[in-house]
């Protein structure tokens, strides 16, 4: 029997728990789930899963990340710079998977809210420069904050020096004051995200209206281009990566640096050797801050971090000598990319009159002095900021661990953060009475309940969106970012033997055919091979070192601003984002053809 195409998408509150994952609801704090006495609001709404942050299931204590990361994005939205169009974005956890539905303001408030907008967004585009400054020494600040705190058993006794101090207080608040603390300050560093954020979004939406009032044909590509060729700092790690490429072939050690599974035995037999030493500087300054880069996306608690896992940032090295040992070009092609721009830009400029001209060139001079920011924040709050706040959490977690409070040194993350605030209390208040804790007793058997309802919910494969769908999206910046179009929504409700080749959004222009290789996430990068197209549910900036190696990307979501097309671009790779299905429809070694120009990809076996 041949399946039918759906015309709606299930509702939550008719979709039963996996078997073996009853009470998955217990896991998440209540505000994120879809509740009962919500139904008929939560029903009238139109959801979809945000795979391009969170495509796997999140634990528990990971959901920290969500829940600060849309208070933050609705604060300035709704309530700092009183966007017009749009309050925040509502989320929900349905079978431990995100689930996001855009809130837009009353069509009676926006008049009001424009003027608001204007004056606030106003001042921050005309002092851009000194408040992104400003920025970025709010963010530092937050991070050595961050790098300040620890986790450590209390000592057996007070040390004598506080009865001379008077302090009154002792270990067990230093303990407690520190989560506190760690938590209170990646609140902060989630609102320092979006602060400046929307607002080179917003910059670049007026753009990209103005462009389509004045030129109705002109394709989205050919707007994105006149802002591309930007020399970024989220680009600098791998910058750094492509330095001591060509550092180790000038010093002679290379050699040592092409071993398989390089690792930490690389760098000690680097240091053993000439010119090794010299190498190894270069490595330490590069190290800090750039390697604080995560393969992931910085909002999982078990992304690995360059600095931490060094055989990652090594084996990207390794692949950028052998290229060079080919001769291959392995930088950016920053100044062809520069040229098109400025070819592109001439062109519309000159189809307008001396008015229309002026408002373009403010528009785009002020596109280009923001957009940097759009993807540099991705550095110094995901990868950067994370990466200390996961150290400090698994700090913690494995401190618990040895108190016998989980099995596993990170099995603190099955806890939502309330509860390891509680756990945390129980452990210090053992301490200071001289007896047992509670915790010992309760947490394992919960936390192996918990280890096996992740690990089923892990195996579905969730639903794209839930409920019936809009007839149209016209929600910017779903379409912009996320990729969710009116077209996406049909692909996602059609049934398999409806569907052909793969339409996804145009995000980087060229052609290329080749052998899929279909990567679930960070920690199969190995297994790409020369000449491969990367198929994905999405990647992450971090993964930019690869490109090199492939001639394409496919990811399922991801509209003409996300990371995965913004990088792209800045590689000149061809690139077809938010293809709905590319992932799991797509087999590993399937030939294929990927039109990045026109949105494309063709199944050729």
Not at 108 to 127: K, M, T, V
Not at 285 to 293: E, G, L, S, T
Not at 504 to 530: C, K, W, Y
Request: glycine share 8%.
């Amino acid at each position: 029997m041949t399946a039918t195409s759906r015309t709606a998408f299930p509702s939550p509150y008719e979709m039963t728990a996996p078997a073996g994952a009853e009470g998955w609801e217990r896991l998440y704090p209540y505000y994120m789930l879809f509740q009962p006495w919500r139904r008929a609001a939560e029903e009238g709404r139109f959801w979809f899963r945000d795979s391009q942050h969170w495509p796997t299931v999140v634990k528990p204590f990971e959901t920290i990340v969500t829940e600060l990361a849309f208070k933050g994005l609705g604060h300035f939205n709704t309530r700092h710079f009183v966007v017009p169009p749009a309050y925040g974005v509502a989320f929900r956890v349905h079978q431990g998977y995100v689930y996001l539905s855009p809130v837009t303001a009353p069509e009676s408030r926006i008049p009001a809210r424009a003027s608001q907008f204007l004056e606030r967004a106003g001042y921050y585009y005309a002092n851009w420069d000194r408040l992104l400054e400003n920025w970025k020494g709010k963010v530092l600040d937050t991070i050595r904050e961050l790098e300040s705190i620890s986790f450590s058993e209390p000592p057996e006794f007070q040390p004598y020096e506080d009865v001379e101090a008077g302090t009154g207080l002792g270990a067990g608040d230093a303990l407690l004051g520190g989560y506190d603390r760690l938590l209170a300050l990646l609140h902060r560093a989630w609102q320092y995200h979006f602060e400046f954020l929307n607002l080179g979004y917003a910059a670049y939406l007026d753009f990209f209206h103005f462009c389509k009032q004045w030129f109705p044909d002109i394709p989205d590509q050919g707007i994105a281009a006149m802002v591309s060729g930007v020399d970024m700092e989220l680009f600098r790690p791998d910058d750094e990566l492509r330095k001591l490429a060509r550092l180790a072939v000038a010093l002679g050690v290379d050699r040592t640096l092409t071993v398989p599974d390089p690792g930490e035995r690389t760098l000690a037999a680097l240091g053993r050797e000439p010119g090794g030493r010299d190498w190894l500087d270069a490595w330490h300054a590069a190290r800090d801050p750039w390697f604080n880069f995560t393969s992931g996306n910085g909002l999982y608690s078990g992304d690995r971090y360059w600095r931490d896992t060094p055989s990652l940032p090594l084996g990207y090295i390794r692949d950028y000598i052998l290229r060079l040992r080919r001769d291959e070009v392995i930088d950016r092609r920053l100044a062809e990319l520069v040229a098109e721009r400025e070819r592109i830009t001439a062109e519309y400029a000159a189809l307008l009159d001396s008015t229309a001209r002026a408002d373009f060139e403010a528009k785009l001079g002020l596109v280009r002095q923001v957009y940097p920011y759009v993807e540099n924040h991705n550095f110094y709050i995901e990868h950067w900021t994370m990466g200390v706040f996961w150290r400090k959490a698994r700090e913690l977690s494995a401190l618990l661990h040895r108190a016998g409070f989980w099995p596993g040194a990170d099995d603190m993350f099955y806890l939502t953060r309330d509860e390891v605030r509680a756990a945390l209390f129980d452990y210090v208040s053992g301490w200071a009475i001289g007896d047992r804790p509670a915790g010992p007793g309760h947490w394992p058997p919960e936390v192996e309940r918990r280890h096996r309802i992740v690990a089923t919910l892990a195996q579905q494969h969730p639903e794209p969106a839930l409920n019936e769908p809009p007839r149209a999206v016209t929600e910017p910046f779903s379409v912009m970012l996320w990729g969710v179009t009116s077209e996406r929504i049909r692909s996602w409700l059609a049934a398999p033997d409806d569907l052909g080749d793969l339409t996804g959004m145009a995000a980087s222009p060229g052609v290329a055919e080749g052998t899929a290789r279909v990567i679930r996430g960070p920690d199969e990068l190995d297994l790409i091979q020369e000449g491969d197209i990367l198929v994905a549910p999405v990647t992450a900036p971090s993964w930019a070192p690869i490109f090199g190696k492939i001639r394409a990307t496919v990811t399922d979501i991801g509209g003409v601003m996300s990371h995965a097309a913004i990088v792209c671009r800045e590689y000149s790779l061809p690139a077809v984002t938010g293809t709905g299905s590319a992932s799991t429809r797509i087999r590993n070694g399937q030939r294929i053809h990927v039109d990045g120009t026109s949105g494309t990809v063709t199944l050729l076996d």
